[in-house]
């Protein structure tokens, strides 16, 4: 399991773009409101579980571009509105 400080509010633009080591479950905190653009693309060996937490917001373009081995996405009923964002773009 991969855990974030719980004190970051925000993932900027491609934090962890390219991250071929992120594997297992990652918690991202409730406090942060932001997934830039491109935070996660190219993760390709990731296939845990991403819990979204219900603080979010605001999500970038392409946050989970070429993921394709992501295991199981976990988010918020309204952020539904915002899930192309994050759907779509897994099955690239």
Do not use: W
């Not at 594997?23 to 409730?30: E, F, K, N, Q, R």
């Not at 295991?71 to 690239?92: E, N, Q, T």
Request: glycine share 10%; proline share 4%.
């Amino acid at each position: 399991m991969f855990t974030l400080p719980t004190t970051l509010t925000s993932i900027g633009n491609n934090a962890f773009q390219d991250c071929q080591n992120l594997a297992g479950t990652l918690h991202i905190p409730s406090g942060v409101t932001y997934l830039g653009n491109y935070a996660f693309s190219d993760c390709y060996h990731f296939t845990g579980l991403l819990n979204i937490p219900a603080s979010i917001g605001t999500i970038g373009s392409y946050v989970f571009e070429s993921c394709y081995n992501l295991g199981v996405l976990s988010f918020r009923k309204g952020l539904l509105p915002l899930a192309h964002m994050l759907l779509c773009i897994v099955m690239d």
